[in-house]
């Protein structure tokens, strides 16, 4: 299973597999995932309308942050682009350390990586996304199901059999192109909050960006849920499969993330913003 999954992928990077317009990732909220610290939230909030598009910015490092000790949570720094919540957040000087370092990281690793990665044709990459996204369908089904959504984890369940053949593997995504079959991102945080379980305190995680204490304990569970856990793997070989899903997803965005920082008067606050109205807006769909 671990060579398939590596020779599947490597055969798509290098073109064996045709590119075509079937299975083109198209949600966008996909595109930023973990990397950084403005992560899918900013991307689907923008996507949602709770975020107005901005102009990009491409050349180098954005300005800093105007965090200063002075400001108040009450007070709106998103230039009226998102609306203000009243997030707990106990610890924000550690979320807003965290968030630094996010940041350092992706304007110094994970983007100038995924900036080469697109030397990579859009329609391979794109198939390795779809490939991922396939492989995540258990996670989605088994969430679909226990909010008794039992239309979208037939849907789910139908995408994964239509995908994982027509698709040759979940490279391409015949689902939706040919039957109208939509992916339901649903997980365990979504879950959990579905029955009225609160979001908690807000928190940034290295690398893995914005959450809260509900969407944590729900990423645990979601990763025992994960069919590539179960796949007997060096942890190098792990790593590098999850960075490769991130960087590809990475490198398929528009640049959203450099927006934000451009146009936000303070990042932290609008991301902290963003990703609690995407999330509430998700459990609440």
Same mark, same amino acid.
């Not at 992928?9 to 075509?20: H, I, Y």
């Not at 991307?43 to 598009?53: I, K, L, N, P, R």
């Not at 995924?114 to 859009?122: F, H, S």
């Given at each position: 299973?671990?060579?398939?999954?590596?020779?599947?992928?490597?055969?798509?990077?290098?073109?064996?597999?045709?590119?075509?317009?079937?299975?083109?990732?198209?949600?966008?909220?996909?595109?930023?995932?973990?990397? !950084?610290?403005?992560? /899918?939230?900013?991307?689907?909030?923008?996507?949602?309308?709770?975020?107005?598009?901005?102009?990009?910015? +491409? $050349?180098?490092?954005?300005?800093?942050?105007?965090?200063?000790?002075?400001?108040?949570?009450?007070?709106?720094?998103?230039?009226?682009?998102? /609306? +203000?919540?009243?997030?707990?957040?106990?610890?924000?000087?550690?979320? &807003?350390?965290?968030?630094?370092?996010? #940041?350092?990281?992706?304007? @110094?690793?994970?983007? !100038?990586?995924?900036?080469?990665? &697109?030397?990579?044709? /859009?329609? $391979? &990459?794109?198939?390795?996304?779809?490939?991922?996204?396939?492989?995540?369908?258990?996670?989605?089904?088994?969430? $679909?199901? =226990?909010?008794? %959504?039992?239309?979208?984890?037939?849907?789910?369940?139908?995408?994964?059999?239509?995908?994982?053949?027509?698709?040759?593997?979940?490279?391409? #995504?015949?689902?939706?192109?040919?039957?109208?079959?939509? &992916?339901?991102?649903? #997980?365990?945080?979504?879950?959990?909050?579905?029955?009225?379980?609160?979001?908690?305190?807000?928190?940034?995680?290295?690398?893995?960006? !914005?959450?809260?204490?509900?969407? +944590?304990?729900?990423?645990?569970?979601?990763?025992?849920?994960? !069919?590539?856990? @179960?796949?007997?793997? %060096?942890?190098?070989?792990?790593?590098?499969?999850?960075? =490769?899903?991130?960087? +590809?997803?990475?490198?398929?965005?528009?640049?959203?993330?450099?927006?934000?920082?451009?146009?936000? =008067?303070?990042?932290?606050?609008?991301?902290?913003?963003?990703?609690?109205?995407?999330?509430?807006?998700?459990?609440?769909?």
């Amino acid at each position: 299973m671990r060579h398939y999954v590596i020779l599947v992928l490597f055969a798509t990077l290098v073109g064996v597999f045709p590119a075509g317009k079937v299975g083109a990732a198209e949600d966008r909220a996909a595109a930023v995932v973990e990397f !950084p610290a403005a992560a /899918e939230a900013v991307v689907s909030a923008a996507d949602a309308g709770a975020a107005e598009t901005v102009p990009g910015q +491409t $050349a180098g490092e954005p300005q800093g942050e105007a965090a200063d000790e002075d400001f108040v949570d009450e007070e709106d720094f998103t230039n009226g682009d998102i /609306e +203000t919540l009243h997030i707990a957040d106990p610890i924000e000087p550690f979320n &807003r350390g965290m968030f630094w370092l996010n #940041d350092k990281l992706y304007f @110094y690793l994970f983007k !100038p990586i995924a900036r080469g990665y &697109r030397v990579v044709p /859009e329609p $391979a &990459r794109k198939s390795v996304s779809n490939f991922f996204s396939n492989l995540g369908t258990p996670v989605r089904f088994a969430n $679909a199901l =226990l909010q008794f %959504k039992l239309a979208d984890a037939g849907s789910e369940l139908g995408r994964l059999v239509i995908n994982s053949t027509l698709g040759i593997g979940g490279l391409f #995504d015949p689902a939706k192109a040919w039957f109208d079959l939509d &992916r339901k991102d649903e #997980d365990l945080g979504q879950t959990f909050g579905r029955y009225g379980v609160g979001s908690g305190f807000y928190i940034v995680w290295p690398v893995l960006g !914005p959450s809260n204490a509900r969407d +944590t304990v729900g990423m645990v569970g979601d990763f025992f849920m994960d !069919p590539l856990h @179960y796949v007997e793997m %060096k942890p190098a070989e792990r790593l590098g499969l999850t960075g =490769l899903e991130k960087e +590809t997803d990475l490198s398929l965005d528009k640049d959203t993330y450099e927006s934000v920082k451009q146009e936000a =008067l303070d990042t932290y606050l609008y991301v902290r913003n963003a990703y609690e109205q995407y999330r509430d807006g998700k459990i609440k769909k």
